[in-house]
């Protein structure tokens, strides 16, 4: 399942026909503000999203998505993040680019985001290495 807004999941509809894979993936248009996310996912992944909004709008989106998970379901959350103690990370500069350039958002630590997830709902938070730290962050949620 792909839940994104109208226009790219529209996109992403022809590109899975086009694949033949129209019978396996299902896209959703609509907004996590204003939408209910689908329902029967055992995995939510959210993609560099968090910083592009304030808290409440993030704690939102993720007690919208305790609420889609069934119980032992989890949340793949990758992001770009702050080190803790504003230490410099590999991916500052790109990242603080493009927080200028959109005029909003922040980047912030594990532990903030990780607090914001169990404000949510979920009870487990663990980070994940990634070989690619410059692509984010992983953290994984389960609702218990």
């Known amino acids: 399942m792909l839940f994104d807004l109208p ?6 509809r ?20 204003d939408d209910a996310l689908p329902q029967g996912a055992d995995l939510i992944t959210l993609l560099r999203v968090a910083h592009d909004h304030a ?8 007690r919208s998505i305790w609420s889609a998970l069934p119980q032992g379901g989890h949340l793949l959350l990758a992001e770009p993040m702050a080190e803790p103690g504003g230490q ?15 005029g909003r958002g922040r980047l ?3 532990a903030e985001l990780s607090a914001l997830i169990r ?3 979920f009870g487990e938070v663990r ?7 410059l692509h984010g962050t992983l953290l994984l949620a389960r609702k218990s």
């Open 88 to 102: 410099p990370s590999r991916s500052d500069a790109y990242f603080h680019f493009y927080l200028l350039a959109m």
């Open 55 to 62: 808290d409440e709008a993030v704690v939102g989106l993720l």
């Open 14 to 33: 022809e590109r899975v026909a086009q694949a033949g894979l129209a019978q396996r993936i299902a896209c959703h248009g609509g907004s996590f503000r």
């Open 108 to 110: 912030r630590t594990a």
């Open 119 to 121: 404000q949510a709902g």
């Open 7 to 12: 226009g790219v999941a529209e996109l992403a």
């Open 127 to 133: 980070t994940i290495a990634n070989p690619v730290p």
